[in-house]
């Protein structure tokens, strides 16, 4: 033991912990394959999806025609099941026409419901003569019966979850011959088993079952050409029509120790999966080979379609339900399905799954997870990158090359995901030693440097340069009203003035930091703060008014609090009030500062716009203001009241502002929606210097504003319009007010 200890650490030492935990998922992952469980085939088999949807199966002939009991066929014939003497009338045309075998996608597992017997003993009305008369008539059933035994017919059968009945084993069933190991343990195996009536049965050349399994996805990739059913080994429909078509007389199945391998008839090979199953190489969707059941009652169809043809009679009408999910279509009738089979099946354009594949896999996964432990640390990770597109273009190309020129089905996933993970390893331990330097980088520099200029060098040295990066942003400035009188009461007491400025400043700035802001500086009792950067922030305009409202409503608590302190204290209370302005555009973020010292900060003009909205607060009676960008990026989920046309002191081009009123649901009440409707409607008078237009909406705003929460604004518009009266602005003027203050 002690010796295993000493050779473990050794190969530690050499090689590293992360190889070998490397070594340990090559294992894992090889056992994974082995095992071989749902989830790891169902990333294997869409990929083979994949191959199919970019490369399907090119029709060069058509050897099967569909005849389609459809929408349009039922509409004139009436609803499914339809008599047996019209089905009668179908195979009989069908034969006269030249179809080579006729295969029925459904079963018939019941007597006519119209047979003439069941007619003279259910129809009133009917005297004793013509009820005779009916029961003499031949059985719907019998007259199907001869017109299947005129031709070359296939009927389907299913197989089910559980049985029924027991198996009739006097009806006809077909030979089955083994080479190798027995075969039936691999077959899918159904309980029971739904068959025709015995008539249609001993009538018919053939038999099979119609029973298509989709995979647990849904998707229907293969299909099963030889299964068990109730005891009985049956051969699927579409199988059991080339056996008829050749004239064979028995099936070969052949299997070895691993499972079923191919499954023939005279002069024709299928290779299977181990359990009998047919991958299908689809064909995109082909409506050409449909043909109207009505058409052919009618004798209106091109004898091409059918003489020499293998003949599916089949429903695609979606209210029959036999619509299914294939690699190639969301929506695949299933009697197409058995058309792909049969078609893929005659033209050789088969596709399999080699059972040497897996060793292909195996051994790619050994050999570049092995490269890759040996190599990895020792490149850098451009190189490291490169050389795995490299190798994924390899595998997924040579799998890829195997699909389109072989009609092999060769996995590449498993390999690249075992390469990945071990690759994801190695990176995972770097990443493990890089945080164990940057934790080393902040013990030594974490009393010199601010804690966000800290991690900035734990994260990124490089960083420390000066200048920065060009991004949208949204800037904050708020800052306490009247603060000058409130400072005033405390000369006396500047630790007093001390506290208060922290009870303050410390939920103003929990507010921000909760919706992803970045403290940016304190200026006084300011706060100047922005969004989106340096993490990214999508939605850096709502997180900015949502701070910036919540700053409010952690203001209005701390002013409960002071009151109540006052009351109990016996001094004055001064209540806090905050103003806050918002803007966003396009700003430079970075470090900025000098060659010896720098901080995390923004510039831009977008910066000065919000400074100036943070000082216009107090003028419009609104304690959030902000910018045009920024009221039309958060217009769906805040009460947003457009306020002015303004033209801020050192620029040049005016800027709508806007006031942010509360959070949707005041936005959704009558009450806002009335006030903003009138205050629309006052700001297009005022522009259109209508002025007496204006003062009206201003009188009417006044009567609806009961809360008088719009009174300064009133005030500021009737104080100018009054002045317009008086001195009429220019010809040119275009609505904006020109602001004489920062």
Not at 523 to 541: K, L, S, T, V, Y
């Amino acid at each position: 033991m002690k010796r295993l200890r000493i050779v473990r650490r050794w190969f530690a030492r050499r090689f590293g912990y992360a190889r070998l935990a490397c070594l340990a998922l090559l294992v894992l992952f090889a056992a994974f394959r082995i095992a071989d469980p749902a989830p790891v085939e169902e990333i294997r088999v869409r990929t083979f999806d994949t191959f199919q949807r970019f490369d399907p199966r090119k029709k060069a002939v058509r050897p099967v025609t569909i005849v389609d009991i459809d929408d349009k066929s039922m509409e004139k014939l009436g609803q499914w099941p339809w008599p047996r003497t019209r089905i009668a009338d179908l195979i009989t045309e069908l034969t006269r026409l030249g179809a080579v075998v006729i295969a029925f996608d459904a079963v018939f597992s019941e007597p006519d419901r119209l047979n003439p017997n069941i007619a003279a003993d259910t129809f009133r009305n009917l005297d004793e003569a013509t009820r005779e008369k009916l029961r003499s008539l031949p059985s719907n059933d019998q007259v199907f019966a001869d017109a299947i035994k005129a031709s070359r017919v296939v009927l389907g059968e299913s197989g089910l979850p559980e049985e029924i009945a027991p198996l009739d084993k006097t009806l006809p069933v077909t030979g089955i011959a083994m080479l190798g190991e027995e075969p039936q343990r691999f077959m899918f195996d159904f309980p029971g088993l739904l068959r025709n009536v015995p008539e249609l049965e001993h009538a018919a050349a053939g038999r099979g079952l119609f029973t298509i399994r989709p995979e647990r996805d849904g998707i229907v990739r293969r299909v099963p050409m030889i299964m068990q059913a109730q005891g009985q080994t049956m051969p699927s429909l579409t199988f059991e029509m080339l056996r008829v078509a050749t004239g064979s007389g028995t099936i070969l199945i052949k299997a070895e120790k691993a499972g079923i391998k191919s499954v023939g008839i005279r002069g024709l090979q299928i290779p299977t999966d181990n359990n009998g199953q047919f991958w299908v190489h689809y064909a995109r969707n082909d409506a050409s080979i449909y043909v109207p059941a009505i058409n052919v009652l009618e004798k209106n169809v091109a004898p091409d379609m059918i003489a020499g043809k293998l003949v599916l009679i089949g429903t695609s009408a979606v209210g029959l339900n036999d619509i299914k999910t294939t690699p190639v279509s969301r929506a695949m009738p299933g009697v197409e399905i058995h058309a792909q089979v049969l078609e893929s099946a005659l033209t050789g354009a088969v596709i399999s799954q080699p059972i040497y594949g897996i060793a292909i896999e195996f051994t790619t996964a050994l050999l570049f997870g092995l490269l890759v432990i040996a190599f990895a640390p020792a490149f850098g990770p451009v190189t490291l990158v490169a050389l795995g597109a490299v190798f994924a273009t390899a595998l997924i190309g040579t799998s890829w090359y195997f699909y389109t020129q072989h009609r092999l089905l060769i996995d590449f996933t498993y390999p690249l995901m075992s390469t990945t993970a071990i690759y994801l390893t190695l990176i995972f331990s770097s990443f493990v030693r890089e945080q164990a330097q940057r934790r080393q980088i902040r013990s030594a520099f974490g009393q010199y440097l601010s804690p966000a200029l800290v991690e900035q060098l734990a994260q990124s040295p490089e960083k420390l340069v000066l200048g920065g990066e060009e991004r949208e942003m949204t800037i904050m400035f708020s800052d306490v009203r009247g603060f000058t009188s409130i400072s005033e009461s405390y000369k006396h007491d500047p630790q007093g003035l001390t506290a208060l400025m922290n009870r303050f400043l410390t939920p103003l700035t929990n507010a921000i930091l909760a919706r992803k802001g970045t403290i940016d500086k304190y200026m006084g009792d300011a706060i100047m703060a922005f969004w989106n950067a340096p993490i990214d922030d999508n939605e850096h305009e709502i997180n900015a008014c949502e701070a910036a409202i919540n700053m409010l409503e952690r203001i209005d608590e701390l002013n409960k609090l002071r009151e109540e302190e006052a009351q109990h204290g016996g001094h004055a209370y001064i209540p806090l009030n905050v103003g806050v302005g918002l803007n966003t555009g396009v700003c430079v973020v970075g470090n900025m500062g000098s060659d010896l010292r720098f901080d995390y900060s923004v510039l831009g003009d977008s910066v000065n716009l919000a400074s100036r909205l943070e000082g216009q607060s107090k003028e419009y009676g609104f304690p959030i203001i902000v910018g045009s960008r920024t009221a039309l990026a958060v217009k769906d989920k805040f009460a947003i009241l457009e306020l002015d046309f303004i033209m801020v002191k050192g620029k040049k081009e005016p800027e709508v502002i806007y006031a942010i009123a509360g959070r949707e649901d005041t936005a959704q009440s009558g009450r806002f929606q009335r006030l903003r409707n009138l205050t629309i409607e006052m700001l297009a008078c005022y522009r259109a210097r209508d002025w007496e237009g204006a003062l009206a909406a201003i009188e009417r705003g006044r009567r609806t504003d009961e809360r008088h929460s719009l009174e300064l604004l009133y005030n500021l518009y009737e104080a100018r319009i009054r002045g317009y009266i008086e001195n009429p602005p220019p010809e040119d003027w275009n609505g904006a007010f020109a602001l004489l203050t920062k």
